[in-house]
């Protein structure tokens, strides 16, 4: 099974490309952010459907979809209307939005782990004591905080974080992905840790199509 994560643009009138960061404060301020989360994920049910080989989707969600007490049965639903199984699809959410909203999250991302969608904790790791976290979330990965990752050759001490994480990660029966690959010497620090997913351009450059990697 090859794994893929979604990436949003949109597209203006005159062609040039809309990035997340252009659009998504305008969602938040006016308030659909919730609609496009949902226009992702029906998209990433189409891709997964048309897919010449099984893959799974990570997909990114706000909070204001995990929030949201109506999202997991209109999941459940999109997942019947496509005939796709929920075990490909995997969803991300911020350790630090775990934190923030945890008495809302924790009967929504329940349900939604009752899809067998998988519940991925990014940037994980920012916080004081982020694996207390773990205690009362269902998460199944780990994706730790790309602050870590960069010129990690060069840093002792972000090495040394990673490690840890990776191993109390392991201890505990979750899996782990470190992204911002970028370099060889990155690569061959991953091998070393057993890391189980490794993202960034060293790996494949983003594209508008699921193509081959080896």
């Known amino acids: 099974k090859k794994h893929y994560e979604v990436l949003s643009r949109f597209q203006a009138e005159d062609d040039p490309l809309i990035y997340p960061q252009q659009f998504i404060p305008v969602a938040l301020k006016y308030g659909f952010i919730a609609e496009i989360d949902q226009w992702v994920i029906n998209k990433a049910l189409q891709s997964i459907k048309k897919a010449d080989n099984p893959v799974m989707l990570f ?6 979809t995990l929030t949201d007490p109506s999202f997991p049965s209109w999941l459940a639903e999109q997942l019947k209307a496509s005939g796709v199984s929920g075990d490909k699809l995997a969803f991300e959410v911020r350790e630090s939005e775990l934190v923030t909203y945890a ?36 998460a199944d990965m780990l994706k730790v905080d790309s602050s870590f990752m960069q010129d990690l050759g060069n840093n002792p001490e972000n090495e040394a974080k990673v490690k840890d994480i990776v191993d109390k990660a392991h201890n505990q029966g979750k899996q782990v992905i470190c992204e911002f690959i970028e370099d060889a010497t990155t690569m061959s620090i991953m ?15 983003p594209r508008d199509q699921m193509a081959h990697v080896e």
């Not at 091998?191 to 450059?205: C, D, L, P, T, Y």
């Open 59 to 64: 997909v990114k969600l706000s909070h204001q």
């Open 103 to 138: 008495s809302q999250m924790k009967p929504i991302i329940k349900s939604i782990k009752a899809t067998h969608c998988l519940i991925v904790v990014e940037k994980f790791g920012s916080g004081l004591n982020s694996f207390s976290i773990l205690k009362h979330f269902p």
């Open 191 to 205: 091998w070393k840790m057993s890391v189980n997913f490794v993202q960034g351009n060293f790996i494949a450059e």
